[in-house]
Nanobody, 126 residues
């Protein structure tokens, strides 16, 4: 069974940090671009960051540039999202997704991704 599982979410104070993990089972992530998306209550799902299959290309939403870092460890079949200097507006459910047809590229568009995790809640509040 092909599955993506996110972990690492939780409650953190403004200015704090969290590291999200996206682990794959049933398939290898080596040939997949990975995207991180988030969805806050009442809002559409938005792209946060993505990384190409080789790791050579990364992209970030303007709202998280300089604060979030995406990385991948293909040996562990896992992709990470390091989130620093968190703000209350970062509060959302965070999803990872895998897309297998992007070559050495990645996308912020949900339609480019084939497999999705169940999401992990991130709450930034004092």
């Amino acid at each position: 069974q092909l599955q993506l599982v996110e972990s690492g979410g939780g409650l953190v104070q403004p200015g704090g940090s969290l590291r999200l993990s996206c682990a794959a089972s049933g398939f290898t992530l080596d040939y997949y671009a990975i995207g991180w998306f988030r969805q806050a209550p009442g809002k559409e799902r938005e792209g946060v960051s993505c990384i190409s299959s080789t790791g050579g290309v990364t992209n970030y939403a303007d709202s998280v540039k300089g604060r979030f870092t995406i990385s991948r460890d293909n040996a562990k079949n896992t992709v990470y999202l390091q989130m620093n200097s968190l703000k209350p507006e970062d509060t959302a459910v965070y999803y990872c997704a895998a897309g297998g047809h992007m070559g050495d590229y990645c996308s912020a568009m949900t339609r480019e991704y084939d497999y999705w995790g169940q999401g992990t809640q991130v709450t930034v509040s004092s």
